[in-house]
């Protein structure tokens, strides 16, 4: 599957350059990401034990961890090589998103009947694949020249 990726979508040097790049920025933003998990867990189970409302505890930690989370990928993860401003944007877009997505899933999931810890943790599992790929390929792509 790996030759037929790369012999029919890119070439062999584009592959390889791309098998190289997701390697490195995908180490980094498991570590970022599974901090960032850990923050929103934490806190998400704190204010959930506190007030016992899904969408206010999710938006409450997920605002938290994202803040870490933007700036540990921005500098570290994928050392974008966009401005502040413009990475911010879209960013801030994805974010929005994601926290719509996220906070009504675990929020579906709770009130289903499945306890706050797997609710978080499934929701994350359905959310992180594709933020990947987002962050990596949208939000902080580096300019071609980098590439």
Same mark, same amino acid.
């Given at each position: 599957?790996?030759?037929?990726?790369?012999? #029919?979508?890119?070439?062999?040097?584009?592959?390889?350059?791309?098998?190289?790049?997701?390697?490195?920025?995908?180490?980094?933003?498991?570590?970022?990401?599974?901090?960032?998990?850990?923050?929103? #867990?934490?806190?998400?189970?704190?204010?959930?034990?506190?007030?016992?409302?899904?969408?206010?505890?999710?938006?409450?930690?997920?605002?938290?961890?994202? #803040?870490?989370?933007?700036?540990? /990928?921005?500098?570290?993860?994928?050392?974008?090589?966009?401005? /502040?401003?413009?990475?911010?944007?879209?960013?801030?877009?994805?974010?929005?998103?994601?926290?719509?997505?996220?906070?009504?899933?675990?929020?579906?999931?709770? /009130?289903?009947?499945?306890?706050?810890?797997?609710?978080?943790?499934?929701?994350?599992?359905?959310?992180?694949?594709?933020?990947?790929?987002?962050?990596?390929?949208?939000?902080?792509?580096?300019?071609?020249?980098?590439?």
């Amino acid at each position: 599957m790996v030759h037929l990726l790369s012999s #029919t979508l890119l070439t062999r040097s584009e592959f390889d350059l791309l098998k190289k790049v997701l390697k490195l920025s995908a180490a980094r933003w498991f570590v970022v990401g599974s901090a960032t998990f850990v923050i929103d #867990t934490s806190l998400f189970l704190l204010a959930f034990s506190l007030t016992e409302i899904a969408v206010i505890s999710n938006l409450f930690s997920g605002t938290i961890a994202t #803040t870490f989370n933007y700036f540990s /990928h921005y500098k570290w993860s994928f050392a974008s090589d966009r401005s /502040h401003k413009q990475s911010t944007m879209i960013y801030l877009f994805f974010f929005f998103v994601f926290l719509f997505i996220g906070t009504t899933l675990v929020s579906f999931f709770i /009130h289903s009947g499945l306890h706050p810890v797997p609710a978080k943790v499934g929701t994350a599992a359905i959310t992180a694949p594709i933020s990947f790929f987002i962050m990596k390929f949208v939000t902080f792509r580096r300019s071609a020249n980098e590439a």
